[in-house]
């Protein structure tokens, strides 16, 4: 079923896998092509559609760090409700700091939320720098 307000090319945008860390067992790949909302879990990537994508941009000065949170709002037709895919980027901007050329990604972890953010589903993993 074909929506207007649905962006496919927002797709090209969204990893197609985090991971989770498994301690000294090392990690696990998990697809976020599939439904975070508790009561679905359809792993059905067809069904899934993103809507729109929102980015927050909070400094903290004390840690000399930046976070950047990128929010895209995912429809899913096995439920026929809406979550939030938050990817939450941790920048060092230390310009202190000999080692770092331009921006330097300390890690990058992916949540879900449902479409209103009032309930955390939890994290998922966290995202490969490449």
């Not at 995912?74 to 060092?92: A, G």
């Amino acid at each position: 079923m074909k929506n207007t307000k649905y962006n496919p090319d927002l797709w090209d945008e969204i990893p197609s896998y985090a991971f989770m860390a498994l301690g000294r067992r090392g990690r696990e790949q998990i697809s976020l092509r599939e439904c975070f909302i508790p009561s679905c879990n359809s792993t059905d990537g067809d069904k899934l559609h993103p809507i729109k994508k929102e980015i927050e941009t909070k400094q903290i000065p004390e840690k000399k760090v930046q976070t950047i949170k990128k929010k895209y709002l995912i429809h899913c037709d096995e439920c026929s409700q809406d979550f939030h895919l938050i990817f939450e980027q941790y920048v060092n901007n230390d310009s202190e700091s000999e080692n770092i050329e331009g921006t330097d990604i300390i890690m990058e972890k992916v949540y879900a939320t449902d479409a209103n953010d009032e309930e955390n589903y939890g994290e998922i993993g966290f995202i490969q720098q490449k």
